[in-house]
T-cell receptor, first 114, second 114 residues
């Protein structure tokens, strides 16, 4: 079985400050990990993914995420937050060995305050 | 911008009506998905398809049905809409090959059943 947890429903950060959105996962095999962003009344947009290789993955809009196998985490980060980054962020996982569908986390609402 | 389309974007309808939510993609993807999402909440997979004439139920039980007669088209039908069906419905697709791990989402259909 595969699962993903986003422990924070809401994250608030001041514009210009670094932001972190947390994600932990559970799979029996090797994980494929993803971050998606959803703006109001829109579908989900792909941000970045980890499949293999470098643990630090860079994605769209200046976001990056660090894969940590020992902590089974894949936290999303950005060095300097923008007000326009305010949105709903979803982490997702797929077990590379067995699963064919993504399992999504419950989402974290990020609010960047001006 | 992903080439995956959903119509209508918004639908308000009375109880008991039959409705079909349309989803089309022009990327030639073989895998397509339907998710149900309450506002600001997590995504629940309700149907998926791995190709023409292939449909499966997802993790969340749904009274809706789907069909996959053409690769590019994956409509979702509710035979008799009820207020409990009020939600946002997101369609997604995924291809094969190098970018096969990325799942592309449509803009969603927000359904309200009165």
């Amino acid at each position: 079985a595969q699962s993903v947890a986003q422990p924070e429903d809401q994250v608030n950060v001041a514009e210009g400050n670094p932001l972190t959105v947390k994600c932990t996962y559970s799979v029996s095999g090797n994980p494929y990990l993803f971050w998606y962003v959803q703006y109001p009344n829109r579908g989900l947009q792909f941000l970045l993914k980890y499949i293999t290789g470098d643990n630090l993955v860079k994605g769209s809009y200046g976001f990056e995420a660090e894969f940590n196998k020992s902590q089974t985490s894949f936290h999303l980060k950005k060095p300097s937050a923008l007000v326009s980054d305010s949105a709903l962020y979803f982490c997702a996982v797929r077990d590379s060995g067995s699963a064919r569908q993504l399992t999504f986390g419950s989402g974290t609402q990020l609010t960047v305050l001006p | 911008e992903a080439d995956i389309y959903q119509t209508p974007r918004y639908l308000v309808i009375g109880t008991g009506k039959k409705i079909t939510l349309e989803c089309s993609q022009t990327m030639g993807h073989d895998k397509m998905y339907w998710y149900q999402q309450d506002p600001g909440m997590e995504l629940h997979l309700i149907h998926y398809s791995y190709g023409v004439n292939s449909t499966e139920k997802g993790d969340l039980s749904s009274e809706s049905t789907v069909s996959r007669i053409r690769t590019e088209h994956f409509p979702l039908t509710l035979e008799s809409a009820r207020p409990s069906h009020t939600s946002q419905y997101l369609c997604a697709s995924r291809g094969t090959g190098f970018k096969s791990d990325e799942q592309f989402f449509g803009p969603g259909t927000r359904l309200t059943v009165l």
